[in-house]
């Protein structure tokens, strides 16, 4: 149930109760049915947690619009707070020695719980690519994970997002979905109303899984190093310096409006929720979920056709002349030296794009590393000529450098630009929003 105020309205009514229910839903999915007899959010102006009830910010405008931004924090607060229920209240772990046990695991299931809400939901914790910005920082600005919270001077990435990435990578792209969520839940169940240390987090991933998780937990939570695999040397293959470098990218719509909140670039996680069959998310189960901004993502609300440009568009790859690739024969051998420059060891994914505009990605575990962590060398056989090689295309790992994941090396485009969707503060926006302007309109 949810309590509020008439100035949370356009919010509260429409959302608050079915986020609270879906939330319920997809953490008892995830770690253990829901064992309360109720859930409650009350409109405030924060978020907090407490056991069955929990304080959210949300209010719309005075004209009773809301921007997206303040939607989606609504949102996302809602199921922060409530999935608290879960993560430390009955898998209790002890907050003020370890905050990432309890705010790291639950931001992981927040994301989880986002993405089954709506499939464009643009969540900011969780891929792998939204931590890069705070992976290449400085060292001497960097902690492990695995810093008591007293100690802590990065609070959100260090005790929410880096270790909610972690545990995404390890389901996305180390363990597989099936396992990991297998593993992930018997955490729960076996830690249920128990206090649970880090070491059983990893002891319990490992034991469930029979997989050896050792080298995850040692660099992502006990060091700082990054991951930045680099393509040293690919042999058998011709630097083509003709090769046009990516088109300019288009910088979204006008200023002056928002534009819409949902990621340019769809990760992997979206892209195999939506290709699972089984999973139906909320805002296609309950169309009335479906407000201004679920149509404005899809283009489907129209507020000011002046400021209606094409969707931003990634940069064209490399493509080579029909002189250019006569020169080729059939070789279909590459021997690609891969350079560890960041510390962390990852798998390494590779992508070859052929002639024809066939790709094929090569996936390698992690323990290619496991004997030298600095340098590996390794053939590939494929069937086409390859145009361009590219290293962890779908940007599962955190690289923190692209620049030197790509064979031939191109100019990689702006990352300022790629990431234009920032997070914004909490509780409402300024300025006119594109509800407002539709409102305005009609
Ligand atoms: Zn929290």
């Not at 059983?200 to 937990?217: G, H, I, P, V, Y």
């Not at 590393?369 to 290293?391: D, G, H």
Request: glycine share 6%; hydrophobic share 35%; aromatic share 12%.
């Amino acid at each position: 149930m949810s309590a509020y105020g008439k100035e949370a309205y356009g919010l509260y009514r429409k959302f608050s109760s079915k986020a609270v229910a879906h939330t319920i839903k997809s953490y008892s999915k995830f770690s253990i049915p829901y064992p309360y007899p109720v859930a409650q959010s009350i409109e405030a102006a924060n978020g907090m947690e407490y056991p069955m009830i929990c304080f959210n910010y949300g209010r719309t405008e005075k004209d009773g619009t809301y921007t997206e931004a303040t939607k989606n924090g609504m949102l996302g607060v809602v199921i922060h707070e409530v999935g608290h229920n879960f993560f430390p209240m009955i898998v209790n772990s002890d907050e003020r020695q370890w905050s990432w046990m309890d705010e790291g695991l639950n931001t992981f299931v927040q994301y989880l719980t986002q993405e089954l809400y709506d499939n464009k939901f643009p969540s900011r914790g969780g891929p792998a690519w939204t931590i890069v910005d705070y992976m290449k920082l400085p060292k001497d600005q960097l902690e492990p994970i695995m810093t008591n919270s007293e100690n802590i001077i990065g609070f959100g990435p260090n005790a929410y997002t880096k270790p909610a990435t972690g545990l995404n990578i390890l389901r996305e792209t180390i363990m597989g979905r099936e396992l990991f969520d297998y593993s992930f839940k018997e955490y729960a169940r076996r830690w249920a109303f128990k206090h649970p240390t880090p070491a059983d987090l990893f002891r319990t991933m490992e034991d469930a899984s029979a997989e050896d998780l050792d080298w995850f937990w040692r660099g992502w939570f006990y060091s700082i190093d990054p991951c930045d695999i680099a393509i040293d040397t690919v042999k058998h293959a011709v630097y083509d310096p003709t090769a046009a470098a990516p088109a300019a990218r288009n910088g979204g719509l006008q200023r002056g409006l928002d534009k819409p909140a949902v990621h340019a670039f769809e990760d992997i996680s979206k892209i195999r929720n939506k290709q699972d069959k089984s999973i139906v998310f909320l805002t296609d189960a309950d169309t009335t979920l479906r407000d201004f901004y679920w149509r404005y993502d899809r283009g489907l609300e129209a507020y000011d056709s002046v400021t209606k440009q094409p969707a931003p568009t990634f940069g064209a790859p490399t493509v080579l002349s029909d002189e250019e690739k006569a020169k080729y024969a059939d070789a279909n051998l590459y021997e690609i030296t891969f350079l560890n420059k960041g510390g962390l060891v990852m798998p390494i994914i590779v992508e070859f794009t052929f002639a024809d505009g066939s790709k094929e990605t090569k996936r390698l575990p992690a323990q290619i590393w496991r004997k030298n962590e600095n340098k590996v060398t390794k053939v590939f056989y494929t069937n086409k000529k390859a145009v361009s090689i590219k290293l962890d295309p779908m940007r599962e790992t955190a690289d923190i450098d692209e620049s030197n994941n790509s064979w031939p090396n191109v100019a990689e485009p702006s990352k300022f630009t790629l990431f234009k969707t920032k997070s914004v503060g909490r509780g409402q926006s300024v300025g006119l929003s594109p509800m407002q302007a539709a409102a305005g309109n009609k």
